[in-house]
């Protein structure tokens, strides 16, 4: 048992020094490029090579890909929405892996001080083993005195060694864990750089489907830049949001006639409702796995318990609450991470799409039956008004910083997107639409 004790505290303390040393050491002298040196960058720069040329034969594939959909909208559609899914579902994973990541580092700068704490105490121990393993009693009965020193080593050991043996012990069960620790930090490493090139290669392959999809809106409205252009002219002619949805229905074409096919919409799932009520069938997840549809799944009065977040996020203002400006939160404030992909949390047509006083990058969409939902925050948006956009398609992007008026007053350090739900013009607690699960999500 001593020996591997020893050798193991002999290598740590050895370490210590060593790292001690290489703390304080004076920078070497710039030295000669070896050939090994050499060898490596040419490694490196193949490796890059080979990166790249991967990268570019993605590209050409994913084009290939979206040639193929053509104008086919559902599968348009079908991509949107799994690749955004996608997308969400490893950038949860990167936090979680974050998280513990930050727990781990955490534990080794805890095991890293108490070892410092204690390095007088494993020098003692070195140098107590050391003696006990390598000098031997003095011999017995030669002098009165060398018998009188014998007895007192051979009492002075006996209750030395046992105590040492008990600290190494306690010692090397701690390197263990710290030797354990390190592999698992180094494996979390590995695991969240995987998934960020994964999260960056399904990014541009959602980038591409976005531009693809909004290539074939533009074609199916010529007017489109001119409605737009109109649009922002409306929303600095109004003060208030209510004010901007309004105006926006009445006055401009493709708001409208949004509008007009939301009614439309509203009635028809309403007769639905009421036939389903009639029968006991319900409505469930089920409804949204239609990709083709270009009305709601279901009436959204009838959506609650089964709305996804639109982005991931830690919710950090509720309903009802301060809103940081001595008013009442009339929605809900997720904190994001910069880049979030933010995607629709319902079916509905976009009735306005653009820069609005304090509140950024604004979207609003009407869902029928007298319901619109507004999302607010983002740095880009990616839809145009008049567009149907269906639960779980990607529709904005976040920034890097806060674009709210409200939260940047509060000095946040990461983008917020502000989500707010209205019924007739009055704005209505969002919870009870939200899916389960979504609701423990954004507990933190």
């Known amino acids: 048992m001593r020996a591997p004790l020893l050798n193991l505290l002999l290598i740590t303390g050895l370490a210590g020094v060593s790292f001690a040393q290489a703390q304080t050491?004076?920078?070497?002298?710039?030295?000669?490029?070896?050939?090994?040196?050499?060898?490596?960058?040419?490694?490196?720069?193949e490796a890059a090579r080979a990166r790249q040329k991967s990268a570019e034969e993605a590209q050409a594939k994913l084009k290939a890909e979206i040639t193929a959909l053509g104008q086919d909208r559902t599968q348009l559609n079908q991509q949107l929405i799994d690749t955004a899914a996608?997308?969400?579902?490893?950038?949860?994973?990167?936090?979680?892996?974050?998280?513990?990541?930050?727990?781990?580092?955490?534990?080794?700068?805890?095991?890293?001080?108490?070892?410092?704490?204690?390095?007088?105490?494993?020098?003692?121990?070195?140098?107590?083993?050391?003696?006990?393993?390598?000098?031997?009693?003095?011999?017995?009965?030669?002098?009165?005195?060398?018998?009188?020193?014998?007895?007192?080593?051979?009492?002075?050991?006996?209750a030395v060694v046992p105590e040492l043996r008990g600290r190494a012990e306690a010692i090397a069960g701690e390197l263990g864990e710290l030797v354990a620790l390190r592999k698992n930090i180094a494996s979390e490493r590995d695991q969240l750089a995987l998934d960020r090139d994964r999260v960056r290669n399904d990014q541009s392959r959602l980038t591409a489907l976005v531009d693809e999809r909004q290539r074939q809106q533009a074609a199916r409205e010529k007017d489109l830049d001119a409605e737009n252009s109109r649009a922002i002219m409306l929303s600095k002619q109004v003060g208030d949001l209510q004010g901007l949805i309004t105006k926006m229905e009445q006055d401009l074409q493709s708001a409208a006639k949004a509008a007009e096919k939301a009614a439309e919409a509203a009635k028809q799932a309403e007769a639905k409702a009421a036939a389903s009520a009639n029968t006991g069938a319900k409505s469930g997840p089920a409804a949204f796995k239609d990709r083709s549809r270009t009305t709601p799944a279901i009436a959204f009065a009838s959506a609650k318990g089964l709305l996804p977040l639109p982005v991931n996020g830690n919710k950090i203002r509720d309903f009802g609450g301060s809103d940081g400006v001595g008013g009442v939160q009339k929605g809900i404030s997720l904190a994001t991470k910069p880049g979030s992909q933010v995607t629709t949390p319902c079916d509905g047509w976009v009735v306005y799409a653009g820069p609005f006083r304090s509140y950024g990058q604004l979207l609003i969409l009407n869902a029928g039956g007298g319901y619109h939902v507004l999302i607010a925050g983002m740095e880009r948006i990616s839809v145009n008004i008049g567009q149907f956009v269906l639960t779980g398609e990607p529709v904005a992007t976040m920034g890097s910083t806060s674009q709210v008026a409200s939260i940047l007053a509060t000095n946040a350090s990461q983008p917020v997107l502000y989500v707010e739900f209205r019924k007739d013009g009055t704005p209505i607690d969002p919870g009870p639409w939200w899916a389960a699960n979504e609701g423990e999500k954004v507990r933190g």
């Open 86 to 158: 996608n997308v969400r579902s490893v950038e949860t994973k990167i936090d979680e892996a974050e998280a513990r990541l930050r727990n781990l580092n955490g534990r080794e700068q805890q095991m890293r001080a108490s070892l410092d704490s204690r390095r007088a105490d494993i020098v003692e121990v070195l140098a107590a083993l050391q003696r006990a393993g390598r000098r031997t009693p003095p011999a017995l009965l030669v002098r009165p005195e060398d018998a009188l020193q014998s007895l007192r080593t051979a009492m002075l050991l006996g």
């Open 25 to 45: 050491a004076t920078p070497p002298q710039t030295a000669a490029v070896s050939p090994d040196a050499i060898k490596q960058r040419e490694q490196e720069l």
